[in-house]
T-cell receptor, first 111, second 115 residues
Framework: EDQVTQSPEALRLQEGESSSLNCSYT??????LFWYRQDPGKGPEFLFT???AGEEKEKERLKATLTKKESFLHITAPKPEDSATYLC????????????FGTGTRLKVLA | NAGVTQTPKFQVLKTGQSMTLQCAQD?????MYWYRQDPGMGLRLIYY???????DKGEVPNGYNVSRLNKREFSLRLESAAPSQTSVYFC??????????????FGSGTQLSVL
């Protein structure tokens, strides 16, 4: 069964304290792995797409990496405005329009 | 620069009542989706429409119906609301060329409570 697991469920960081969020997946052939950011009361907002193991993408303080079994979202020197829920989603080769979402990591960055 | 627009933002229903959630996108996307988001669970697909004129069931379609009115609009209807349908509902769209995996653009959500 295709599955996505994110850890930790919640994370509190001091401003400037770097850390990583994990997204582990099991799918029958990976088409792509997505990271989204979701602010309270809003819909998810796209951050990155990764397609193959070894691929990396960066945007400001965020860097996403991909292996054959998991993806990491590295947050370097976070600021309070980085506080949000980060969602991971995968699409399996078997499901054209099926995106499998994880439950997310709630990140709180304290000033 | 609206993107995906959902209405209403909030709704309270009594068990057995019906309602329609509206969604429109202005990005000329082919594919549209309805998801529900519940605490402790990932976003789950209710229905999707790969292109104008087509709709298909997702992971949790029971109790819902959809209409792809035109390329822009995709509505979700609850015929007889149940407390188990209390959730936050998101509409999403993607460029959606058949067989091509694309990022999703989400609306701001509808918070629905069924009493």
């Amino acid at each position: 069964e295709d599955q996505v697991t994110q850890s930790p469920e919640a994370l509190r960081l001091q401003e400037g304290e770097s850390s990583s969020l994990n997204c582990s997946y099991t799918v029958s052939g990976l088409r792509g792995l997505f990271w989204y950011r979701q602010d309270p009361g809003k819909g998810p907002e796209f951050l990155f797409t990764l397609y193959s193991a070894g691929e990396e993408k960066e945007k400001e303080r965020l860097k996403a990496t991909l292996t054959k079994k998991e993806s990491f979202l590295h947050i370097t020197a976070p600021k309070p405005e980085d506080s949000a829920t980060y969602l991971c989603a995968v699409q399996a080769a078997s499901g054209t329009y099926k995106y499998i979402f994880g439950t997310g990591t709630r990140l709180k960055v304290l000033a | 620069n609206a993107g995906v627009t959902q209405t209403p933002k909030f709704q309270v229903l009594k068990t057995g009542q019906s309602m329609t959630l509206q969604c429109a996108q202005d990005m000329n996307h082919n594919s549209m989706y309805w998801y529900r988001q519940d605490p402790g669970m990932g976003l789950r697909l209710i229905y999707y429409s790969a292109s104008e004129g087509t709709t298909d069931k997702g992971e949790v379609p029971n109790g819902y119906n959809v209409s792809r009115l035109n390329k822009r609009e995709f509505s979700l209807r609850l015929e007889s609301a149940a407390p188990s349908q209390t959730s936050v509902y998101f509409c999403a769209s993607s460029g959606g060329l058949t067989g091509v995996f694309e990022k999703l653009f989400f609306g701001s959500g509808t918070q629905l409570s069924v009493l």
